[in-house]
């Protein structure tokens, strides 16, 4: 594998890839919705298109792709970025392409103008945890057993930065 991974703005192509990889990384330490079943949906929505997902790429694979959006519709929340979703290839972890997607999603939201970013994470999913503190995130507060994922009752994390 190539020593780093190559961070650019999705296109319309990878759209299956990023389904793909979706389902293949699909697991409740960090999935919250039931794992897709065909006929599957197509991975870019109305809301959400290539313009706001950042891939990686590895040796001209796939391997990564992070989700910015706007945490709310308000004007006064504008300066606000969230990270809706951050998945890494099970080959590809350990090799930087997490880390180089934070990033990078950082700097795309500075580009934009915000002053900070934010997200959610699952309070069991200790290896994403890890890497967003080491990222700069600090946990800005926690809803008690949120969600009920497999039989257990998990903590939905909200983390943030500022840019």
């Known amino acids: 594998m190539s020593a780093a991974p ?3 703005t999705a296109t319309l192509d990878d759209e299956d890839g990023l389904g793909r990889l979706d ?3 699909w697991s409740t330490l ?17 809301r959400f298109g290539p313009r706001d997902h950042l891939v990686a790429e590895l040796d001209g694979r796939l391997v990564g792709y992070i989700r910015l959006g706007f945490p709310t519709s308000l004007a006064c929340n504008a300066h606000v970025r969230q990270i809706l979703g951050l998945t ?3 080959e590809a972890r350990g090799a930087g392409v997490g ?3 934070l990033r990078a999603v950082c700097e795309e939201g500075r580009r934009q103008g915000a002053r900070r970013i934010t997200l959610r994470v ?20 926690v809803l008690p057993g949120e969600f009920l994922l497999d039989g257990v009752y998990v903590d939905d994390v909200l983390m943030g930065r500022p840019l």
């Open 30 to 46: 960090h999935a919250v919705m039931p794992r897709p079943r065909p006929p599957y949906e197509p991975f870019y929505s109305e």
């Open 122 to 141: 699952l309070g069991h999913n200790t290896p994403a945890r890890t890497l967003y503190e080491s990222e700069g995130f600090v946990v800005e507060g």
């Open 23 to 25: 389902r293949d990384t």
């Open 6 to 8: 190559r961070i650019r």
């Open 99 to 101: 880390r180089a997607l």
């Open 88 to 90: 890494v290839a099970e």
